[in-house]
Structures are given as structure tokens and as C-alpha cells.
């Protein structure tokens, strides 16, 4: 292989040689395997009674239990991007299951720590976590005594667990079957092909709205053959959730995503308050976009229409220099870190059948390293990718010494460094940009990111909400449901959507309602994206002065709220109106260079 082509292919072997049936891998995962069945003897033994004897034996235990959980997610890495980089690997996908078994059974090992949590009063726990080796753990540890306070009591939480397996999640497998089964044929240059759904969900990104149109009918339609078992499902999944949180004496269906998101339900509103007052500008936007597209009436499959184009192409090393250059221009160590995972080969990059698909980046904290996934071919979105992924793999970077507890961050916060590196670039290529079609792109696509986070997310938002509040009454009919998500796009794209633009069945075409590990799977993104315009806006203001505090605060995002992450950091009140306004605001901004150049060019 020429020195040119291993460039774009990472090393694995640094961390155990030979791929999935390494030798050194295996022990590993043996010594996990044996570390976590003497865990499972010594915790049973365990008093829940303290004295000093009891006391150490419980923080040594502790300590393992997050020793053990690091090495897990260690090994976890390395089986997945064995998987990602040949799909055919049939070795790794058994490990992964193997290692996936073993996590289960951390998290009862965790749940015993719990129940000691709560056994103990407030004095006796926090003179337990009294110990040098857990300082980094402590809001970790807290976080789940609370959380374990306001579930039912231990036996019954154990059994709602083991319950919803076969109840709760299998209706969201049910929900993947059918949604991965479902076919429609499809018609483009004289050719018909039977497609998927998420196969014709990506044809509404075509430039050409015929195809937008035909792709997004058939979507709708092949739903439609679906729709009652679609009903069935969902319904179920919010039925189980409602049912849990009356027993745990919970009112509000939005105070489990909000912990899970470590945020405040104040911070969310003041959020969607901000936005809502941007409705305007971004209608001004589509507005605009319309009268490019030559577009009367906007419908739900032009939300991805594309206008303008970038055909300038990036080798992968010339997209490795840019991405370089500009993180450098922010921050030296941002630049720095960026020039070492690529020269380290902490990316695999290479275009080669039986990858799998997508872009992610994978931690391996017991080396204090991280990969990246993806394909490189050379156009303009994989340079972005490129750039995501390395704002991801410099987050873990900054929190490479931190406690792995410390560590963990929520969805909310996880996109920071990832947006963060994405506007860095972005700005950069758009002031490179010559041509009017290759600024109109680049700035639509960033304008059209507001746009889905303001409106489209929104619309999701608006429907959990109004769909649980009636499921609490019993179940929803199909044709109740389609009424409901049309009312909430209706209150989140304003006047956007012409009258028979609307996507009735979005409850079912879109995954992310049927999600049962993190219901509410919709505000975090529009958090997220917005969180890290805010920041970027702070960095383009202060400039290089600010890389300090930016990396301070991507080392606190694993052991706060986010409420407490932003008025440290950046002594902003996260809960109150400021701060998302001003994000809002700087969001339009780029609407309205949108507009100015859309005016421009006619
Ligand atoms: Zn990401």
C-alpha cells in the first residue's frame, strides 16, 4: 500500500493488534468478564448498614465499578469501528453483543450503589464520597442518588426494567421492523427501483422538486398502509411511559428528557420563546428561497431543497490543511490536536467498498484516544464531516484527564465542540467562496440548519407534547394523531407551509418518535445547535482570548448542568430570555446576508 492510501486509514493495532480475533483483545475482554463477576460477589456481601470498614469496602468498590466501566466502553470502541470498517466482519458484531451483556450488567451492579444511596442520609453519603479517588465522580454519583430518590423503590424499579425489555423497547423494535421493511417503487430516469424509506426520505434533498414531491407522496403513502399499526405502537410506547411515571408520582412527561439533558424546564421555554419570536425572519428567508426555486406554494418535502452549488472539490489533504488552518486561526491547541489525529491516523477516511455508512467518532479513554469514521470521496460536505468530527474527537481530548465519570456529558452538550468546529469552517469556506451559486449554498445551508432547528424540530417538540397530554386520557386514534401534527406544524412554521403542505404522518415516517431510550428526542438538537451558536458568536467577538474559556467549558460539560456549565463559563443565565435571544438573533444575521445576497443576484 502506497504511503498516500494508509494516510487515510486509521490504526487500530496501536490499541490491540489483529482486528477482531486479536489475542491481546481477548484477554481484555476476559479480564473485564472476570473483574465484573468478582463486582457482582462483592457488592451482594455489602452492608448497607455503614461502618468504617463497610465505608472502604463500598469506596473501593465504587471505584472499580467506574475502572470497569471505562474499559467497557474501551472495548466497545474498538469492536465498533472493527464492524463500521467491513460490515462483513461477523466476529466483531458477536463481541459486540458479548460486551453489550456485560454493560446490562453494570448498570444492575450501579443500581445496588443506588439503593445504598438511598438507604444512606444526606451526612453518611456525602462522607462516603469523601475520597480523593471519587473527587471527579462526585456529581456522577449525585446525579443518580437524586434520580434514584424520585423512582419507586428499588425491587419495583428492577422489575419495571426487566418488564419493559419485552414491553417498552420491544415496541420500539416492532416500530424498526416495520419501518426497515417497508418498500416503495420509485421512478427516475426511465428506471424503476424499489426503495426504502430512509432511501426516499434522502430523495427529498433532490435539487429536482418532482422528484422532492414523488419521493415525499410515496412516503406518505407507504406510511399510510402502515398507519394503524404505526397508531398501535406509539401509543403503547407512551402508554408504558405514562403508566411508569404515575408510579413514580411524575406529572409532567417532560421531567424525564429534561433530567436526562441536565436542564432546567425554564431554560427550555425561554428557549422556544426566543425562537418563536424569530418566526418572521425565517419566513422572510423562505420567502427568498421561494422566489429562487420559483416556488408558489412551499410544501413539506422543499424544507431540503437545495440552492446554489459548490462543485470546488478538496483533496483529502487539502481538506485536512483547511480544517487545520482554521481551527488554528481560533485556537493553537485546537489546531494543534486536529494536525496530530490526522497525521496519527486517528481517521479512517479512505472511499472502499464494505465501509458502512455515516461518520462518527469513537472514544478510547483507557488510551486517552479517539477515531474517526467516515468517507472521504471529496466534496465539500465531507470536509464538514471531517471538521464535526474532530470538533468531537478535541472535547474528549480536553477531558482526557478528567475522572471517567467526569466525563460524561449529556446529548445537550455533546454537539458543542462538533457545531462549534462546523462554524469555524464554514465562515472560513464561505469567505474563500468566488462564485455567487457557492456563497448562496453555503450560507443557504447554514440558514436552512436554523430553519430545521427553529421550525421542523419545534413541530416535534409541540406534538410529544400535545400527544401525551391526550394519551393520559386513553388511547389515540390514527386520524387524531395526523390532526395533532398538523396543528403543531401549524404553530411552528407559522405561515411557512402552504395549506396542503403539510406532513400528516410525520408521527410515524420519523424515528425519533418511537425512541424509547431518550423520549423527547427532539429539543436536545435545537439546545445543542443553538448553545454552540452562542458560544461561536462569543469566540468571533473575543476572539483567540476566548479559546481558554471555551476549553473550560467543554471540561465542565461532563459534571454539570447546563445551566451551571453556561453561568460558569460564560455568566450567562441560561433560564432567562438574554442569552437566547441573543443566539436567535446572531442565527438571523445569516438570514439576512441570505437575503441581501438572494436580492443580489437577481
Ligand atoms: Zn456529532
Not at 463500598?58 to 470502541?77: C, K
Not at 445496588?112 to 479517588?133: M, P, S, Y
Request: aromatic share 10%; glycine share 6%.
Amino acid at each position: 500500500m502506497t504511503t498516500d492510501a494508509l494516510k487515510m486509514k486509521w490504526d487500530m493495532d496501536v490499541f490491540f493488534p489483529g482486528g477482531s480475533k486479536s489475542k491481546h483483545f481477548e484477554d481484555y475482554r476476559k479480564s473485564i468478564s472476570e473483574d465484573l463477576q468478582q463486582v457482582k460477589l462483592t457488592i451482594a456481601d455489602l452492608p448497607l448498614e455503614l461502618n468504617d470498614d463497610a465505608v472502604k469496602a463500598w469506596r473501593d468498590l465504587m471505584v472499580l465499578i467506574e475502572d470497569l466501566d471505562m474499559r467497557l466502553h474501551h472495548a466497545g470502541s474498538f469492536a465498533f469501528c472493527l464492524a463500521a470498517q467491513d460490515v462483513n466482519d461477523e466476529h466483531a458484531t458477536v463481541i459486540i453483543q458479548e460486551l453489550s451483556s456485560m454493560e446490562a450488567e453494570i448498570e444492575t451492579i450501579k443500581t445496588g450503589v443506588e439503593e445504598l444511596a438511598i438507604a444512606l442520609d444526606d451526612d453518611q453519603w456525602k462522607n462516603l464520597l469523601a475520597d480523593e479517588r471519587l473527587k471527579d465522580s462526585l456529581f456522577y454519583w449525585n446525579e443518580r442518588r437524586r434520580k434514584a430518590r424520585l423512582r419507586m423503590e428499588p425491587k419495583m424499579e428492577k422489575l419495571a426494567t426487566k418488564l419493559a425489555v419485552d414491553g417498552y423497547h420491544a415496541w420500539n423494535r416492532l416500530y424498526s421492523k416495520i419501518a426497515g421493511d417497508l418498500r416503495a417503487d420509485f421512478e427516475e430516469d426511465g428506471e424503476t427501483k424499489t426503495l426504502s424509506m430512509g432511501q426516499l426520505a434522502n430523495k427529498m434533498s433532490s435539487p429536482d422538486r418532482d422528484i422532492r414531491r414523488r419521493a415525499f407522496e410515496s412516503l406518505e403513502a407507504s406510511w399510510k398502509t402502515r398507519d394503524s399499526l404505526a397508531a398501535m405502537e406509539l401509543n403503547s410506547i407512551a402508554g408504558f411511559r405514562l403508566s411508569l411515571y404515575e408510579a413514580r408520582g411524575w406529572e409532567s412527561p417532560v421531567l424525564e428528557p429534561f433530567m436526562l439533558s441536565r436542564v432546567r424546564p425554564e431554560t427550555i421555554e425561554a428557549m422556544w420563546k426566543a425562537i418563536a419570536g424569530g418566526l418572521d425572519r425565517i419566513t422572510d428567508y423562505i420567502k427568498a428561497k421561494k422566489k429562487l426555486l420559483g416556488i408558489d406554494r412551499f410544501r413539506w418535502y422543499d424544507q431540503n431543497a437545495p440552492v446554489g452549488k459548490v462543485t470546488k472539490t478538496y483533496s483529502y489533504e487539502e481538506a485536512s490543511d483547511f480544517v487545520v488552518k482554521h481551527l488554528s486561526g481560533f485556537s493553537k491547541e485546537l489546531g494543534d490536536f486536529a494536525a496530530m489525529a490526522i497525521r496519527d491516523r486517528w481517521v479512517e477516511a479512505e472511499d472502499r467498498s464494505g465501509k458502512a455508512a455515516g461518520g462518527f467518532c469513537a472514544g478510547f479513554p483507557a488510551a486517552k484516544q479517539s477515531r474517526i469514521f467516515m468517507t472521504y470521496s471529496g466534496n465539500y460536505n465531507e470536509m464538514m464531516t471531517l471538521a464535526h468530527e474532530l470538533g468531537h474527537a478535541y472535547h474528549s481530548w480536553v477531558l482526557r484527564d478528567i475522572g471517567y465519570y467526569g466525563r460524561h456529558y449529556t446529548m445537550a452538550l455533546a454537539e458543542t465542540a462538533s457545531t462549534f468546529n462546523e462554524m469555524l469552517v464554514t465562515d472560513a469556506a464561505l469567505g474563500d467562496a468566488v462564485h455567487e451559486s457557492e456563497k448562496l449554498s453555503l450560507l443557504d445551508s447554514k440558514v436552512n440548519e436554523h430553519f430545521t432547528m427553529f421550525c421542523n424540530i419545534r413541530a416535534r417538540y409541540l406534538f410529544d407534547l400535545m400527544f401525551h397530554d391526550e394519551r393520559k386520557r386513553g388511547p389515540v386514534p390514527k386520524d387524531r394523531l395526523n390532526e395533532l401534527m398538523v396543528q403543531a406544524q401549524k404553530e411552528a412554521f407559522g405561515d411557512i407551509l402552504a395549506d396542503d403542505g403539510y406532513h400528516p404522518m410525520f408521527w410515524a415516517s420519523k424515528l425519533h418518535f418511537s425512541e424509547t431510550e431518550v423520549p423527547f428526542y427532539n429539543f436536545p438538537y435545537t439546545f445543542g445547535h443553538l448553545f454552540a451558536s452562542g458560544i461561536y458568536a462569543r469566540a468571533k467577538e473575543e476572539g483567540p482570548a476566548f479559546a481558554d474559556k471555551y476549553r473550560s467549558l467543554l471540561v465542565d460539560t461532563g459534571r454539570m448542568t447546563c445551566e451551571d456549565v453556561a453561568r460558569n463559563n460564560l455568566g450567562v443565565d441560561l433560564t432567562a430570555d438574554g442569552f437566547w435571544n441573543e443566539a436567535v438573533g446572531r442565527a438571523l444575521e445569516d438570514a439576512g446576508l441570505f437575503l441581501k445576497l438572494a436580492k443580489a443576484g437577481r
